[in-house]
């Protein structure tokens, strides 16, 4: 299995990215995928994920700005970032793993399968 994140780069505030997450070696229809990030000094916190049936899930700090979404044919997750915050700043990581509950999404612990990283800076 192997997920591979890109898209990031370096944005002023108020501007825009979207991440792809591309993936192989797993039926991605059954998987729920995720992003998370982790900022220089901090842990790594839940930003949003989306169910094989496409139900989402999004941390406060983002809803309204940002949009996961899957597509089953390629075999990819996006991250669609509008109205960034210097505060978006943060190494970006896509994870997958099958059967995770609606409710429990937001904990890395419930991912067995994770992408190297795509780094993202929001300067002000």
């Known amino acids: 299995v192997q997920l591979q994140a890109f898209g990031g780069g370096l944005v002023q505030a108020g501007g825009y990215l979207r991440l792809s997450c591309a993936t192989s070696?797993?039926?991605?229809?059954?998987?729920?995928m995720a992003w998370f990030r982790q900022a220089p000094g901090k842990e790594r916190e839940f930003v949003a994920a989306?169910?094989?049936?496409?139900?989402?899930l999004y941390a406060d700090s983002v809803k309204g700005r940002f949009t996961i979404s899957r597509d089953n044919a390629k075999n990819t997750v996006f991250l669609q970032m509008n109205n960034l915050k210097p505060e978006d700043t943060a190494v970006y990581y896509c994870?997958?793993?099958?059967?995770?509950?609606?409710?429990?999404?937001?904990?890395?612990?419930?991912?067995?399968?994770w992408g190297q990283g795509t780094e993202v800076t929001v300067s002000s």
């Open positions: 994870a997958g793993d099958r059967q995770i509950i609606l409710s429990s999404l937001k904990f890395p612990s419930e991912y067995d399968y």
């Open positions: 070696g797993l039926t991605f229809r059954q998987y729920s």
């Open positions: 989306i169910r094989y049936n496409s139900n989402t």
